[in-house]
């Protein structure tokens, strides 16, 4: 599984080192995205949900984890 942990990120949104991961990742490889940001752990979510892929989330303290396999 390849973790993504995009907490603490100043310099631009979380979503973009998700995406980039996401784009990267080959058929069948399992991502681990996490976050510590509310809104866009909701984005994500929320377009996983558009794009009919089922993920785990989780929830430690102010750290957020979405898990899912890619089936591009």
Known sequence: MKTIDTCGQQHYSPLIPAIKAMC???????????????????????YLSEQQIGFREIYDGERMTLQFLMCK
């Open 24 to 46: 990267e990742a080959g058929k069948g490889e399992k991502l681990e995205i996490i976050m510590d940001d509310a809104a866009a752990f909701n984005d994500m979510k929320e």
